[in-house]
Nanobody, 123 residues
């Protein structure tokens, strides 16, 4: 059983920064793709960013140039550095992982989800 534990959410003013981290634990044989989804109230869950074990990345258009995803394959962790945050970035952010997947990181590829961490951008 694999568990994903997120940390780093919180309240930040517009233009500020936050760093989300996610660590995988448990019986882990293979994690290919890791990434982040988010879900705002009344909206569908959407992909924010994904990164393969080889380091290929994919970002939502709305976060390109502001967010950076990275991972440590040895520690099985993934980090999302979020800069220039805006109120529309407010959402619950979920860490996710796939044993076998693509950089497009579709929901159907995902094997494991974290419990979610709240990010609120407000003045």
């Amino acid at each position: 059983q694999v568990q994903l534990v997120e940390s780093g959410g919180g309240l930040v003013q517009p233009g500020g920064s936050l760093r989300l981290s996610c660590a995988a634990s448990g019986i882990i044989f293979n994690i290919d793709v890791m990434g982040w989804y988010r879900q705002a109230p009344g909206k569908q869950r959407e992909l924010v960013a994904a990164i393969t074990s080889g380091g290929t990345t994919n970002y939502a258009e709305s976060v390109k140039g502001r967010f950076t995803i990275s991972r440590d394959n040895a520690k099985i962790t993934v980090t999302l550095q979020m800069n220039s945050l805006q109120p529309e970035d407010t959402a619950v952010y979920y860490c996710a992982a796939a044993k076998y997947g693509s950089v497009w990181f579709r929901v159907e590829e995902i094997n494991y989800w974290g419990q979610g961490t709240q990010v609120t951008v407000s003045s």
